[in-house]
């Protein structure tokens, strides 16, 4: 299934796998999966970010956010990355392992794609970049999350529809082609399941039934669709502001991360 490297689209947003190394990706916006702990108070970021911050600016303006809880997204500038912002999502507490025994559980992954989502469309980014979540923890099971990131991910692109704003790429990217063809296999499946559902759509509608028939049959389409997988809702919240990213001390988003896309960022 490696011939999907071109990805496909979702309401006005092509989704797309790339077999590149993370740090040499020209985008807006680069994600980072991190770990934090409530005991030690300290942010553990990924080796590429690690390698990239020379001057130890972003780990400055990440430790001005500890301690911080699993699934705050920080939003920072992105030092010495070919992008404009790096957002860091916390997704393992060293403090916590989940009931199922994983140190990453969906609930935490789904919640945090959301929130990086939600944070793409209201900066008026047009590009961000994802890496495979849980490849660096042992007992994980990689491989399902990142079935998990490409679910919410979709879920999220399909509830944007047209009210996507500037956002026209998502990237999911590795330089290791295991983790590669990880998202352009599921990637192809998503695509078929999408597919699948718009041919019996178009059935529907040209079906001799009531309409009403037809409502309820095309209701049950569209729920099957958005509801692939579980998710919480974004809630309605804090206004993120550019200018606090720009002066190095960052945004830290926690459940008021809104997915409102404002219109008085200050560039």
């Excluded at 916006?29 to 970010?49: C, D, F, M, R, Y």
């Excluded at 393992?92 to 939600?118: M, P, R, Y």
């Amino acid at each position: 299934m490696s011939e999907f490297a071109e990805g496909f689209m979702i309401g006005q947003v092509r989704l797309t796998p790339k077999l590149v190394d993370i740090t040499t990706l020209q985008v807006d916006a680069l994600v980072q999966p991190s770990g934090t702990s409530h005991h030690e108070k300290i942010i553990e970021a990924s080796p590429w970010v690690i390698k990239s911050d020379n001057d130890g600016s972003i780990t400055k303006e990440l430790s001005r956010h500890t301690p911080l809880k699993l699934g705050d997204v920080i939003v920072t500038s992105a030092g010495n990355l070919n992008a404009r912002y790096l957002l860091s999502a916390v997704v393992i507490d060293w403090a916590f392992q989940h009931t199922s025994g994983h140190l990453v559980n969906d609930e935490i992954v789904t919640s945090a794609i959301k929130k990086c989502i939600a944070i793409a469309v209201a900066l008026g980014l047009k590009s961000i970049a994802f890496t495979p979540w849980g490849t660096r923890t042992a007992g994980q099971d990689a491989a399902r999350t990142t079935a998990i990131m490409l679910q919410a991910l979709s879920t999220e692109l399909q509830k944007l529809q047209d009210q996507s704003g500037e956002l026209a790429n998502v990237y999911l990217v590795s330089n290791q082609q295991k983790h590669y063809q990880w998202f352009a296999d599921r990637m192809f499946v998503f695509h078929l399941f999408y597919d699948q559902i718009a041919m019996v759509r178009g059935m529907v509608q040209e079906l001799d039934i009531p309409q009403s028939q037809r409502k309820n049959l095309l209701g049950l389409l569209n729920n099957l669709q958005t509801n692939i997988v579980v998710y919480n809702e974004v809630v309605g919240g804090d206004k993120i502001s550019t200018g606090d990213i720009k002066n190095t001390t960052g945004v830290a988003l926690g459940e008021s991360a809104s997915a409102t896309a404002y219109k008085d960022f200050s560039e």
